[in-house]
C-alpha cells in the first residue's frame, strides 16, 4: 500500500506565499514522475507542475514564474511553492506520482487533496 500525504494548504493572500508538501511513504522501491493537479470549483482537473526523478520540471503555462515545483528523493517528497498566487489559483491541489515496488511495474497514486484558498 503506497500513499501520498499532501500538507500545507489553507487560506492566503493575494501577493503572499505558501509551499505545499507531499510525501509518499509505503511498499515503494522507486519514484518516478511526481506531480500537482489542481480542480477549481466547476472545473476540470489540471496540471500544474511535474517533476522527474532527475529534476527536470515542465509547468502549465499560465503558472510559469509564480509556481515551483521540488523533490527531495531522500524523503520521497515533492513540494510546490506558490508565491504571488491569485484568487483564481484557489483550488483543491492534488499530488500524484508513479512508482514501482518490487515487482518492477509501474503505477499511479493519488493523494487526498489539500485547499488552498487565495483570497485577500
Known amino acids: 500500500q503506497v500513499q501520498l500525504v499532501e500538507s500545507g494548504g489553507g487560506l492566503v493572500q493575494p501577493g503572499g506565499s505558501l509551499r505545499l508538501s507531499c510525501a509518499a511513504s509505503?511498499?515503494?522501491?522507486?519514484?518516478?514522475?511526481m506531480r500537482w493537479y489542481r480542480q477549481a470549483p466547476g472545473k476540470q482537473r489540471e496540471l500544474v507542475a511535474r517533476?522527474?526523478?532527475?529534476?527536470?520540471?515542465n509547468y502549465a503555462d499560465s503558472l510559469k514564474g509564480r509556481f515551483t515545483i521540488s523533490r527531495d528523493n531522500a524523503k520521497n517528497t515533492v513540494y510546490l511553492q506558490m508565491n504571488n498566487p491569485k484568487p483564481e489559483d484557489t483550488a483543491v491541489y492534488y499530488c500524484n506520482a508513479d512508482y514501482s515496488n518490487y515487482d518492477s511495474r509501474v503505477r499511479e497514486v493519488w493523494g487526498q487533496g489539500t485547499l488552498v484558498t487565495v483570497s485577500p
Open positions: 517533476i522527474t526523478s532527475g529534476g527536470n520540471t
Open positions: 509505503g511498499d515503494i522501491f522507486r519514484l518516478y514522475d
